[in-house]
């Protein structure tokens, strides 16, 4: 959740780390703070808030130092303050600590500290790091005399070895020592570390953005690592000390495109590129329709053969980009498919099996829940294949098998452009899942590629309606309820819609299957509910027009998403007329006009629209 900076190298390291802070902005926070080595001391700087707090403590208190940790948190335990923003330090002032995550057995920790006399400043689990590691550099200091200056870097390692030997959850962490000036020791489990290789200087970050402006070569901890970084270059190890070889990754993203490019928001840009995203994410992936995936991710088709079901796992929109894919897979493919969010498959009794393939989808590949679904998967025999946007992340190391989005970096918090992503490589899936299952020939498979290949133009066509969605917007933005109903493959997006409008809004939205007003939401119908009913063209329209004319008859405010050329809507003020499409690749061009609805509103109710009060980009503590 938190941003993670941190620079070793010959230059002032606070303008890298507040410029990479800001990079990483997108992943949400509640407080931002500095550490440097200054003169054989270290000296913090620290604000709640946005950034621009902590620009304005530096504007009247400068910091200096060439070997700096940066963070932004979001808070999990402990208040939004200056004594819980990172970095953290022990009492002597002498270590400093980030971290991204959470440590479970903090207060068994803090306890006994406490108990040997360590007072401790903040309310949060990082602080016992930072106290933990002094503890250690204390007790190899107390066996001898004091370490040679060449001797400080390996005894801050094994004081941060052993320290994470006595914690346990999730962490990524990097630690500063007063006495060993020119080093940083990072470690992660669980949360995500990327270390920046450059030219006589190197990077930590929990994303690239972070440092792409001064290096394309990354190396991804896995968990239960260590990097020692310096001038020089970083050296890896595991927990129990061996040294290990890492090969960097050269990042090919254009760092244009982690700007906003002209837009008011990232958001807006993001929504913008969508066609973009689903066909880059097409390209290359249907001709010759055979050994395609084999081709792309090592997966051979022909394994859903013998797949006796399909788990499908996500959260939040990549959970309703899932349920997209069920319909597809078993209308396509006919394979009996589940999905579940990643946070309740975890913790339940499974029945899955060797038999059955995991579809684990993450825009950022480093959502614990999923991460934790996934080996749970895993230990039950069960094969998985990622679909993800993000190189190297933790998802794609576990998978057995990736499919990649290529949306690029998506920055703004509510996901947009990677769902479309999402719902294209999974329609890319179920099209050879079919043909390797035998339930699509090859005929019918071109016909299918025919059509998909046309959904980047539909979509065109659905952002041409940005007018006419900021127009309802102007009408419907002070509302503090919306409801949006759909049916069969529209259903998923009711419940996507209703997520992006509560999301950056803060308005109470509910997505429904359109068939169960009858069982409670239409309750709640009266002259001030507005509630959007997708009914473009489908084998259910008359049953979603009856849904319609139900909470109409109750007086409700009404904003149709219609087929051009389908359908009697001349008493209805607000229609939205979509190209047609065929059923089935149908969310992804309805969900376009919603989404611009929900950015419109959230934008004229003055909400922050990219980073949205209380969320974060990548959830990567549970």
Known sequence: ?????????????VPILMDGLKKLEYRGYDSAGLAAVVGGAIERRRAPGKLTNLEKVLATDPLAGSTALGHTRWATHGKPSEENAHPHTDPSGAVAVIHNGIIENYLEIKDRLAAAGAKFESETDTEVIAHLVAEKLAQFQKTGAAPKPDLMEPLLFEAVRRALGEVRGAYAVAVLWSKAPNVIVAAKTASPLIIGLGEGETFLASDIPAFLAHTRKAVFLEDGEMAVLKRGGATFFDLSGKKLVKTPTTITWDRTMAEKGGYR?????????????????MRGRFFPLKGVL??????NADILKTTRSVQMIACGTAYHACLVGQYWLETLVGVPTRVETASEFRYRETTITADDLVIAVSQSGETADTLAAVKLAKEKGAKVLAVCNTVGSALTRAADWTLYTHCGPELGVASTKAFIGQLTALAVLVLHAAIGRGTMTQTQGR??????VKVPGWIRAALKL??????????FAKKEHFLFIGRYVNYPIALEAA?????????????YAAGELKHGPIALIDTEMPVVVIATKSRLLEKT???????KARGAQLIVLATEGEGDFKDIEHVLRLPPVPELLSPLVNIIPLQMLA????????????????????????
């Open 466 to 475: 940005d007018a006419a969605v900021h127009k309802i917007a102007l009408k």
């Open 599 to 622: 950015y419109h509103i959230s934008d004229l109710r003055g909400c922050d629209v990219d980073q949205p009060r209380n969320l974060a980009k990548s959830v990567t503590v549970e």
């Open 499 to 511: 997520l992006k409008l509560k999301e950056i809004s803060y308005i109470h939205a509910e997505g």
């Open 265 to 281: 928001h990232f958001m807006l840009k993001e929504i913008m590129e969508q066609p973009s995203s689903c066909e880059d994410t």
């Open 294 to 299: 084999e081709r792309d991710c090592g997966m």
């Open 545 to 551: 027009l009856s849904s319609l004319q139900e909470v």
């Open 1 to 13: 959740m938190c941003g993670i900076v941190g620079y070793v190298g010959p230059k002032e390291a």
């Open 447 to 452: 016909a299918f590629v025919d059509e998909l």
